[in-house]
């Protein structure tokens, strides 16, 4: 059973840089064929992918986000982590990681992250 588990502050101020990392157990992130992602929810909206990596770690962002967003990868830990930068109240969600890209079958408890001064 795969599981995986976001962290980090969930407070960020207008400006800063949202930092998260999602640990994985149950299988490692180097295995073929599987995407690994970050995806959010912002209160009242739908669900927004915002980039991912291949197990031999290729990365893709969402177009909308490709300015502010990096995705990196520690193998030895079997983590993953999210940076997004100069946020806005508008980066305001619950983040989620989770496994897969289009069809994602395991994800995080999700976390609340807030942006505000």
């Known amino acids: 059973q795969v599981q995986l588990q976001e962290s980090g502050p969930g407070l960020v101020k207008p400006s800063q840089t949202i930092s998260l990392t999602c640990t994985v157990s149950g299988g490692s992130i180097t295995s073929s064929p599987y995407y690994w992602s970050w995806i959010r929810q912002p209160p009242g909206k739908g669900l927004e992918w915002m980039g991912d990596?291949?197990?031999?770690?290729?990365?893709s962002y969402s177009p909308s986000l490709k300015s502010r967003i990096s995705i990196s990868r520690d193998t030895s830990k079997n983590q993953f982590s999210l940076q997004l930068s100069s946020v806005t109240p508008d980066d305001t969600a619950v983040y989620y990681c989770?496994?897969?890209?289009?069809?994602?079958?395991?994800w995080g408890q999700g976390t609340q992250v807030t942006v505000s001064s």
């Open positions: 989770a496994r897969g890209r289009v069809k994602n079958d395991y």
């Open positions: 990596f291949t197990y031999e770690g290729s990365k």
